[in-house]
């Protein structure tokens, strides 16, 4: 085995079963690396998942940039993906959970967040890349942070503090006696419970799933060997299955972190009586 726990596959190609080393498991060393640039003891470096998050961030202005710059009466086929993705999020995801009346103002930044986490996302299968940025916390916990100082100033601004009390409290008098209870439930789980399992709900999906493909990676190469090449061939076909589900789950957890911010917003802007 490396002694070095900062490896991004974590193992070391001449080990194959039957050759007396143990299988090289994943683990949270697969997810460390290396400063590219700084130190990392100075909590001043810049390393891997920074790099993928901002040539994510190039790529995505690059796209809509390229598509729009010369917006034609008649698409062409790059103009139409554009126009098609972006369509999609405003009437599927904004127009179906806020409204158009409502909703339009917000479809910038829905549209925003669903590309940049999808394009986080998507870096676990791109080769050299091989890492999904969103499976490092900070990464989901800044983007749930903004759409939460979002929902708390919109519904200030919308119902003034009463009004922001009894939505983040639930508060309704036909509850009866169990209100009290009801409403620090209700406080505790909008204001502590939603940022937390917003941002864990992206993290969680993309750390499993990459720990998934590099198992099942890892292990295709390590049982390279005598008849562990039958094993290896499963493992292989495994790799490949995986990837595509990945693919998909990629884009279903980008999707589901923007419909809950539309969720959200809604949830501030409805009139509570």
Request: proline residues 4%.
């Amino acid at each position: 085995m490396s002694a070095d726990p900062t490896q991004v596959l974590a193992f070391e190609t001449d080990c194959h079963i039957f050759d007396g080393c143990g299988f090289p498991a994943p683990g949270l060393h697969s997810f460390l690396f290396k400063p590219l640039w700084g130190d990392a003891d100075s909590n001043l470096y810049f390393n891997k998942t920074m790099l993928l998050a901002l040539l994510g961030t190039v790529i995505i202005v690059g796209f809509f940039w390229a598509a729009f710059r010369k917006p034609q009466i008649v698409p062409g086929k790059l103009q139409m993906v554009a126009e098609s993705g972006y369509d999609f999020i405003r009437r599927g995801v904004v127009y179906e959970t806020i409204g158009k009346k409502e909703g339009e103002k917000y479809v910038p930044l829905i549209v925003s967040l669903f590309f940049f986490v999808w394009m986080m996302n998507l870096w676990s299968i791109i080769p050299v890349a091989q890492f999904p940025v969103t499976a490092i916390i900070s990464y989901p916990a800044v983007l749930a942070g903004i759409v939460y100082i979002l929902w708390v100033s919109l519904t200030f601004k919308r119902h003034g503090f009463v009004g922001f009390f009894k939505n983040v409290t639930g508060y309704d008098k036909s509850l009866g006696a169990v209100l009290p209870l009801a409403m620090v439930i209700e406080f505790f789980s909008n204001l502590l419970v939603r940022p937390f399992t917003h941002a864990v709900r992206l993290f969680a999906n993309m750390f499993a799933g990459h720990t998934l493909l590099l198992l099942f990676t890892i292990a295709s190469w390590y049982l390279l060997n005598g008849i562990g090449i039958a094993y290896a061939g499963v493992s292989f076909i495994m790799t490949i299955v995986m990837t595509a589900f990945e693919l998909f789950i990629q884009a279903l957890q980008a999707y589901v972190f923007v419909l809950l911010t539309c969720t959200y917003i809604q949830g501030a802007l409805a009139e509570h009586h």
